[in-house]
């Protein structure tokens, strides 16, 4: 028992091992419950079902918050909070990405849940080393802050006057070189990613069983990659207002949840969110100068962060949803 105590007390990255069993016990039991329960048979899902999902995940990841907020302090609580919503914000054009992907592979709605949750399971992989290594470098070489802020403020500059090109996933490398050295089925098999199948002989030869990837798999692989890219943006931006390993990866973890599941909600009106971008590129702006900044005139306090951030976001999105009111309006 002893043993354990001292175990759950030990110091990980500066937080008790105990909080970040906490965390995983949650963000376990709530994907269980969702595949195991909830989704344990493929079929599509509707517009309620979504927002309601995501309500579900939003609540368990504000009600976390609150206790970080409780139990760590003031500052660890408006940190979270900081992060979850800018995570939850410039991961909105992931929505956009992941549609384009499901369309291109003409992913059936009653699988398409299936791969979001595998791929929700790969962000929680990724995110962990990407964050990890973020952290290490930091404490390593506190420099690399102003990296991250420069790379921030050359981000937001980009976005503001930029017109990014249509993707063109045909020509994605990747996905090339998947076609190439890998059997591919053009068929789906169900909700399975990978299946069984006969495959011709040199020269005619009797047919020999190999592994072939479905089109789930490669849209699985598509969206993961599609992650990588949209982390290079959020998680410099969180390390930019804390660089406490705890607080950013359990943000990031529960807005992507949260987001995963309004999915279905957000896909057929993600043009109702077109000036969003925009406010987006003035938060990067915003945390890439206060790196800066906090290096001239001292930190800005964490909760005039809280409040510039929300404002920003709340007022493009208000702005977007009042431009797009009626159909048709560019």
Do not use: C
């Amino acid at each position: 028992m002893d043993d354990l105590s001292l175990f759950l007390q030990a110091d990980f990255t500066g937080t008790p091992a105990w909080l970040w069993l906490t965390f995983i016990g949650i963000v376990a039991t709530l994907l269980a419950f969702d595949l195991g329960v909830l989704h344990k048979h493929d079929r599509p899902i509707g517009v309620r079902e979504s927002l309601l999902l995501s309500a579900g995940y939003i609540s368990m990841g504000l009600l976390f918050g609150a206790w970080v907020w409780w139990f760590l302090g003031e500052r660890s609580g408006i940190d979270y909070f900081t992060g979850f919503m800018i995570e939850k914000s410039l991961s909105m054009d992931n929505v956009f990405v992941i549609a384009m992907i499901f369309g291109f592979f003409a992913i059936p709605r009653e699988f398409q849940h299936r791969v979001l949750f595998w791929g929700i399971i790969g962000v929680i992989v990724l995110r962990a080393l990407m964050i990890g290594v973020g952290a290490a470098l930091v404490g390593e070489f506190s420099w690399v802050l102003y990296v991250f802020g420069g790379f921030l403020l050359l981000t937001g500059v980009k976005m503001l006057f930029v017109t990014e090109k249509p993707l063109d996933l045909a020509g994605n490398p990747v996905l090339k070189w998947m076609r190439r050295h890998m059997n591919i089925s053009d068929e789906f098999h169900g909700g399975r990613f990978w299946v069984r199948l006969p495959r011709s002989g040199a020269a005619g030869g009797a047919a020999s069983p190999a592994w072939f990837a479905t089109p789930l798999f490669l849209a699985l692989v598509l969206i993961e990659l599609a992650d990588l890219v949209f982390a290079a943006d959020s998680v410099p931006a969180i390390f930019a207002i804390t660089q406490d390993p705890f607080i950013v990866y359990t943000s990031n973890i529960f807005a992507i949840l949260g987001l995963r599941a309004l999915y279905f909600a957000l896909a057929a009106m993600v043009h109702r969110f077109k000036y969003l971008k925009y406010a987006l590129a003035l938060v990067l702006v915003f945390i890439g100068s206060k790196i800066f900044l906090g290096g001239m005139i001292g930190k800005i306090p964490a909760p005039v962060s809280l409040v510039v951030i929300f404002g920003l976001l709340l007022g493009g999105v208000l702005y977007s949803l009042f431009k797009t009111r009626r159909a048709g309006v560019a």
